[in-house]
Every structure is written in C-alpha cells, then in structure tokens.
C-alpha cells in the first residue's frame, strides 16, 4: 500500500508517504502570497493541483506499475466535498482517464450522535458529499469505543448506524422555543436524507481489529479490490455492519441484526 497526501495543511503526518501535495504548492507561501486564510488557502491550493494534475497523474503512474494500493489523505474541509468543483474533477480524471477504482472514505466522530442538530449536519454533509463527488461511498462512525462516557441520555448508538426512520429523532429535540421552532424543520431534513436511502455507517474503533476489518473489507468492495482474485476468496457469513457493531457490543443478547453489507 502506498500514501499519497493531497492535504496542503498537512504537515506533521505519522505514516510513510509516497507522495505530497507540498512538493507542488505550500499552504503557508499562498497565504502569505495571496492573504488569504486557512479555508481560502485550502481551495487555492486544490485549484492549483487541477491546474497541475499531471504531477499527481505521474505519481499514480508509477504505483499503478507496481500494482500498488493507494490511499489519498485529504483535506475535511466540508466544502471540498459537497460544493466546490475541483476535487470534484480530480477524481473524475483519475477515475476516467487514470483508470483509477476510487471510493469515498468519510468519517463521522460518533460523539456528533450525542446530539441531534449535529447528526442531521453530519447526514445532511455525508449525503452531499455522496452527490456531490459521484464515487462510491462509505460512511464511517469513529471513536465508537467512546461512546459509552457520553452523557447522552436516550441515545443509542446502534440506532445511527442503519440511519432509518430518521424523522423521529426530532422528537429527541430539547423542549424550548429554539428546539420548538425548529423541530418540524428538522423532521423535513430527515425525511429528504431517509427517501434517498443513500446514508448509513459503519462503526469503528481503531482497537478494535473485527471493527478495522469489517471497515477495510467494506472499502474493498466498494473501490473493487474485493473481487480481484486471490487465494482464499471473499470472507462470507454475517454482514460488515453486524460483524463490526457486534464486536464492539453494540447490540445486547438477541438483538435482532441489521441488514449488513
């Protein structure tokens, strides 16, 4: 596997990197340059690697020749992925021209289910991320094995992950004038995110290998490494979902699955 960073503001990565995005443009010299803050920055320096896509084209080259896994670290800004079009762009030449399988790796921190206008920001976010960029995608809650110290009455986690029936969760509104007005509001939200039947998750805990595993073979099948050939075949039995939230204990004795993966 190779890593390849396409985050300008990304200096202090812990991992092996193939490539960087600051081998071309520096976050710091165009704010310097233009007088433009982080956010700004962050979409000049996506614009400058669609002006230049052929340094990254030329990176993906060489690891395609050896057969290579690559992973793209990018930024989180929220607008990158739901209404700017160069990164838009930037996976459509690759995918197209590059001949390049790309899948979408979103992560949620599951904290953001502790409260109810955070989650529907981050299914309204997810869902526009999915349109947006046009790859396939897979949603992932973080931090799931933390969840357990939020004080967060009446709230499960299981619950989020299926991201059905999503208009009841605003009954789980705090009675007040704010939460009052809005609640019929919110419950509008939900129901555009649930008719397209697009947004679920995964959980993850990074301690937990059944949760890593069940993640990584889900980012498989969606980007087609799953169904390349290789000795032993494809895992069956219980669904990714099931196999991660059971391993993490978020279902009690005979709790009834969800529909897995």
Excluded at 5 to 31: I, K
Excluded at 122 to 136: D, T
Excluded at 201 to 228: C, I, M, Q, R, T
Aim: charged share 20%.
């Amino acid at each position: 596997m190779a890593v390849i960073n396409l985050d300008p503001a990304n200096d202090g990565y812990r991992y092996e990197c193939f490539a960087d995005v600051g081998e071309l443009v520096s976050l710091d010299a165009v704010q310097e340059e233009t007088g433009l803050g982080p956010n700004g920055g962050l979409v000049y320096c996506l614009e400058y690697l669609e002006a230049n896509l052929d340094w990254l084209e030329g990176k993906v080259r060489e690891l395609q020749r050896e057969d290579r896994y690559v992973l793209f670290d990018l930024p989180g800004q929220v607008e990158l992925w739901s209404n700017h079009g160069s990164l838009r762009r930037i996976v459509d030449r690759l995918g197209r021209q590059g001949h390049v399988r790309l899948c979408t790796v979103n992560l949620v921190d599951s904290l953001l289910c502790t409260d109810v206008p955070k989650f529907v920001s981050a299914l309204l976010l997810s869902l526009s991320g999915m349109l947006h960029v046009e790859l396939p995608h897979v949603n992932v809650l973080s931090k799931c094995d933390l969840v357990a110290r939020y004080d967060a009455p009446g709230f499960s986690l299981s619950r989020f992950l299926e991201c059905r029936d999503l208009s009841s969760l605003a009954g789980l509104l705090d009675s007040g004038a704010f939460s009052d007005k809005y609640r019929r509001l919110t419950q509008e939200i939900c129901e555009a995110v649930d008719d397209y039947g697009l947004v679920d998750f995964l959980p993850l805990a990074v301690e937990d290998p059944s949760s890593l595993g069940a993640v990584l073979a889900s980012v498989h099948e969606a980007n087609g490494f799953a169904y390349k050939p290789a000795p032993g075949g494809a895992p069956g039995g219980v669904g990714l979902r099931d196999r991660a939230a059971h391993s993490l204990g978020l279902y009690g004795p005979g709790a009834g699955e969800t529909g897995g993966q």
